[in-house]
Each structure stands twice: as structure tokens, then as C-alpha cells.
């Protein structure tokens, strides 16, 4: 099978005043002649190893089962970075935002040929990374067109955005959560129900008319299930 090409890149950011780390997956077959569409994802260290995204993308590829896409993961430093920057109370959370919209699509739209249009944009994380792609979503739908959820942590303030939201631009949704999410372990040692506000955040987005997938898989809060369901979210999203 033809592999495709993983470039390390760092960025420096004026938001965060930091350096944040890239990784960007460009397939086997890539060429400036051609037009991208990209994903974004947050816990991008994890989408990486764990889901195995550039194998998964390279099969999707080469049985011409998507269209062109640049697959561009964002890692934390570590866990107190995951949550000062997803959590939406956490003190970095507006500047992390404001990193994926002002700073790191205009560096991927110059150094990269792709759609530079909101639905040519996807953004897409697990856990935490999904509750902080979702905020991503709500405050830049116009650049943002499209958002895949696995197992969001969904608490008041997602749900206060989603009833909030009301652009006319209403970006494309895919969202997956497990049937047995309901005592999950947190970084604190405690452990939440994901599963019921999980419902309630579908219900509010189906009120609201976004275009949405939503299925209950069996199982729980793990890779385990999210890096088999990858390959349909991307065929869902991207397939040709």
C-alpha cells in the first residue's frame, strides 16, 4: 500500500505565546496541482498513535473511497495543557480558539493547497478534544463547516453555546458516544455520566437543525472504539 508523508512542524503563537507543535499527514499521491480539504484535531498526538490515522487514510486513498484530504493533528504538552486550552473554563480556552481559527488555518492555507472554504474544513477530537472542537464550531462557523464528535465531554457550557447559537451557517455534525459511557474516569480521579448529557446535546442540536449523524455505540470511553469508528467518520464526511 502507498503510505503517505508525515511532516513535523512547529508553530509559534501569538494567542497562546508559544510554540505549538504540528503534525500533518499528506498523502502518498499529494501534489500542488491538486485541492485539499482539511481536518483538524485536537488530542492530535493520540489521532496519530492510537487511531492510526495515517494508516486508516491511506487505505480510504488508495481504494479511491474519500477525496483528497491534509490530516493535521495538534498534541497537548500534557494533561494540565489539555485542560487549560479544552476545557471551556480553562484560562487558555478563548486563545486556543482563537490559535485554530486566526492562526493555524491561514498558515495551512498558504503552505497548503486547499478549499479555503468552511465546509473544506473539519475539525475532530475525542473526549475533551471533541467538547473544545465543538466550541471551535460554535464561534467560527464560517470557517469551520464541519465538526466529527467521539465521546465529547458535554457540560453546561456546550450546552449554553448550542442553545446560543444561532448563525445562519449551521456546520455538518457527526457524533458518536458509547452506551456504557456512564461512569467515566476523569484526570481528577473522579468519574461522570458522558452518556445522558451526551443525549441532551443531540436533542439540542436537532431543535436547533443542525445537519446531524448521531449513533450510540456499544462501548465504552476508549480508543478501543473510537479508531474503528475513524474510517466511517471520515467516508461520512469525505467519502466520494
Known sequence: ??????????????????????????????????????????????????????????????????????????????????????????EQHAAY?????????????????TYQVGMGRTLIGDSLAATVSLMAALKYPNIFGRVILQSPKVGPEI?????NFNS????????VIGKEETAVKLTNGETADFLEPNRELHQ???????????????????WKYWQPDLKRALLQNFGV
Open 168 to 175: 445562519a451557517n449551521a456546520f455538518t455534525v457527526y457524533h
Open 159 to 163: 450546552l449554553e453555546a448550542v442553545s
Open 1 to 90: 500500500m502507498n503510505r503517505g508523508n508525515v511532516e513535523d512542524i512547529t508553530i509559534f503563537s501569538e494567542e497562546l505565546q508559544e510554540d505549538m507543535q504540528l503534525l500533518v499527514y499528506l498523502p502518498y499521491n499529494y501534489s500542488p496541482l491538486y485541492k485539499y480539504s482539511l481536518v483538524i484535531a485536537s488530542d492530535g498526538k493520540d489521532y496519530f498513535q492510537l487511531g492510526r490515522v495515517p494508516r486508516v487514510v491511506d487505505e480510504l486513498l488508495e481504494n479511491r473511497e474519500i477525496e483528497n484530504i491534509i490530516f493535521v493533528g495538534v498534541p497537548y504538552k500534557n494533561v494540565d495543557d489539555r485542560n487549560r486550552k479544552y476545557e471551556p473554563a480553562g
Open 97 to 113: 480558539l482563537r490559535f485554530l481559527a486566526h492562526e493555524l488555518v491561514p498558515f495551512l492555507d498558504e503552505k497548503y493547497p
Open 204 to 222: 439540542l442540536m436537532k431543535e436547533k437543525s443542525f445537519p446531524v449523524f448521531y449513533e450510540e455505540f456499544d462501548g465504552e470511553h476508549t
